[in-house]
Structure formats: structure tokens, C-alpha cells
């Protein structure tokens, strides 16, 4: 029993990461994190944001290449 919670919360981590989103305060587009752009971002201009609802509540713009 211990070890199905322990293997269900591992997947939950990794399901909430997958998920997650970067926004570019400069520009104001925001990408999965798995996004090549995302990666270009500067450490200075990085947000993090938890969902899509989020992002666009505080203005940003999805990226066309990665289309979140
Ligand atoms: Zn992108």
C-alpha cells in the first residue's frame, strides 16, 4: 500500500511538472516549459506560472511555436 502511494505521488510530480508554463515578462508570451523559446528566456525576465488561466489573467500571450 505504501509503496502504490509512494508511485502515485512520483507520477503526480511529474504529471504537475510536465505542465507547468514560463512566461517572458519582456515580451509578454508565455510557453511550456519544454519550449526551445523557453529556454532563451533570461533568468531576469523568467516567470513561472502554474496554469494557462494564469497566464492569461495577467496578460500574457500564448507562443506560436509552442502553442500552450
Ligand atoms: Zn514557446
Redesign the pocket.
Known sequence: MKRILTISFVLLLICSTALAY?GNRNTR????ES????HEIKPSNRVHIETRDEAINNGYV???????
Open positions: 514560463v508570451k508565455f510557453h511550456y519550449c526551445n523559446s523557453a500564448p507562443c506560436k511555436r509552442c502553442n500552450p
